[in-house]
């Protein structure tokens, strides 16, 4: 077990020494807290960590780990760093990205590729493995706002494939989205990936730029205070947002698969060469509030076409189709506060569920990976890492409360989950004094022998009825082995 501090130690931590950890609010951390199947075991290896967003194996063994750093007002101000863990357990800083933070990794060729948040765009960057020099890949995925960049993953075609996520959390930017990055990115908004006529819904909504009480009306795919015009034909682009990509691994010849999946920052491919994509739930607070929308993994069927031949991307139903396949304004997405929601495209394009897997809403889920081993047993299951829900701010339910905080195993071919790790108490440890399982995990990566599933838990990520905030050096590393 290694503690991550500001000076790395490959030093072993005690049982006893988890147990009375300088950080207040996760004081304990205890895998005898964490419920697996019979016939594993479970450990921490690293505590301390900041902000963790992802993690990969190197060829050679050597295990990556992001830390995200602070792209939100409500996290603290850490670095956003890519941190490694080599076999015997030495921790050390790899590089630190300068804009924001690492989101996702991939390996090919003697380099990591990586995805970043930060800034009016996303990007993919390179890191030469043998001399850590950084190239930026792409840097041109509209964001500014909400949701993440995804991937990047490398398909059995050789190519990469990567995400990112909307603007905006229901379709239209609201005052709430200036306690992220909107506040400092006042002009992004949602881009669609095919041409589109808005409906002229529009929403009003106090101005946060503005002295009270002065109020700003506000459409969809439009700057916050810019109104929409029913009949309005917004244009569709290849570089749009809530979408999926593939290019080869310099970034030429990019293809655009799909859109209108909110937040695609999990993927994975199966040994037969299926794309799945992580996409969350649509939240039940303004602007444009929608009740019961479950979380989803998608099927890209758009990656079996070859390379070039997309003549229509898939749409997944952001912002007008809920996760089940009914529109938003039906009467079961009808919201807790706030009336049912307008349609807000007068054309959309056919839906291209339905899901392979759906869970209850605000789950949060985290990111996915296949199983290929027969080591580890399961083989061909998806795991999901569900980081766990945000009540009472996006949802006030109370049988949501304890929505997520667990990985599951799912059959792609039924739709079925296992619920494979979870805390002996409901809900994240830290909402049960003395316990130390887990909090949010937020990204999964089976070990090169196959053995063993490494969990990254991103640490305590507390919600209330106003906001949420993260605390650093809360994030534990997990590794669940097969006996």
């Known amino acids: 077990m290694t503690l991550a501090s500001s ?12 147990r009375h950890l300088p950080t207040t609010v996760r004081p304990t951390v205890d895998a005898a807290d964490i419920r697996v199947p019979e016939g594993y075991t479970v450990e921490a290896l690293v505590v301390g960590l900041s902000l963790p967003t992802t993690l990969e194996f190197a060829p050679d063994g050597t295990l990556f780990i992001a830390e995200g750093g602070s792209t939100w007002p409500t996290r603290p101000g850490m670095p956003p760093r890519i941190l490694t863990l080599d076999p015997s357990g030495r921790l050390e800083v790899f590089a630190t990205e300068d804009l924001a933070g690492p989101r996702g990794f991939a390996f090919r060729d003697g380099a990591l590729y990586a995805s970043a948040k ?6 993919i960057v390179r890191y030469d493995l043998a001399t850590r020099e950084r190239t930026v890949i792409l840097d041109c995925l509209p964001n500014g706002g909400w949701h993440e960049p995804g991937g990047p993953v490398f398909g059995p075609d050789g190519l990469m494939y990567f995400g990112q996520g909307s603007v905006t959390i229901q379709g239209i930017t609201g005052p709430a989205d200036f306690t992220v990055d909107v ?6 908004h949602d881009i669609p990936g095919q041409d589109i006529t808005l409906t002229g819904a529009n929403d009003w909504s106090r101005d946060p730029t503005a002295p009270y009480p002065f109020l700003t009306e506000t ?68 602007p444009r509030p929608v009740g019961q929308d479950p979380g989803k993994v998608w099927r890209v069927k758009n990656a079996r076409v070859p390379h070039g031949s997309v003549e229509t991307p898939e749409w997944f139903g952001f912002p007008d189709i809920a996760g089940d396949g009914l529109p938003v304004w039906d009467e079961k ?25 759906l869970n209850e809403p605000h789950t949060g889920n985290g990111k996915i990976a296949y199983c290929p081993h027969d080591a580890f047993g399961r083989r061909g299951r998806l795991f999901l890492c569900q ?61 090169p022998d196959g053995r063993s599933l490494y969990v990254l838990d991103f640490g305590v990520n507390a919600a209330n009825k106003r906001n949420v905030v993260a605390y650093a050096h809360t994030g534990v590393l997990w590794r669940v082995t097969r006996q």
């Not at 307008?342 to 899901?355: D, F, K, M, R, S």
């Open 118 to 123: 930060g800034g009016y765009f996303s990007r």
């Open 333 to 357: 997405h009808r919201p807790l506060r706030g009336p049912l929601p307008q349609p807000l495209i007068e054309n959309p394009p056919p839906w291209a569920g339905p899901a392979v897997y």
């Open 183 to 188: 506040a400092k990115h006042p002009l992004a």
């Open 219 to 286: 459409g969809p795919y439009k700057p916050y205070g810019t109104r929409a015009e029913k009949g309005e034909v917004i244009q569709g682009e290849l570089w749009c947002n809530a979408a999926v990509w593939r290019s080869r691994p310099d970034g030429s010849e990019p293809e655009l698969l799909a859109w209108g999946i909110r937040n695609p920052w999990g993927m994975t491919f199966d040994e037969d060469g299926e794309l799945y994509v992580v996409d969350l739930c649509m939240e039940e607070k303004d």
């Open 7 to 18: 000076v790395f130690s490959a030093a072993p931590t005690s049982r006893e020494r988890l």
């Open 387 to 447: 980081f766990g829900t945000y009540w009472p701010l996006n949802s006030m339910r109370p049988d949501q409360q304890n929505n997520g905080f667990n990985v599951v195993a799912i059959d792609p071919q039924t739709g079925e989950a296992e619920n494979f790790m979870r805390n002996r108490v409901p809900g994240p440890a830290s909402a049960h004094p003395g316990q130390g399982g887990l909090e949010r995990p937020v990204d999964c990566a089976f070990s």
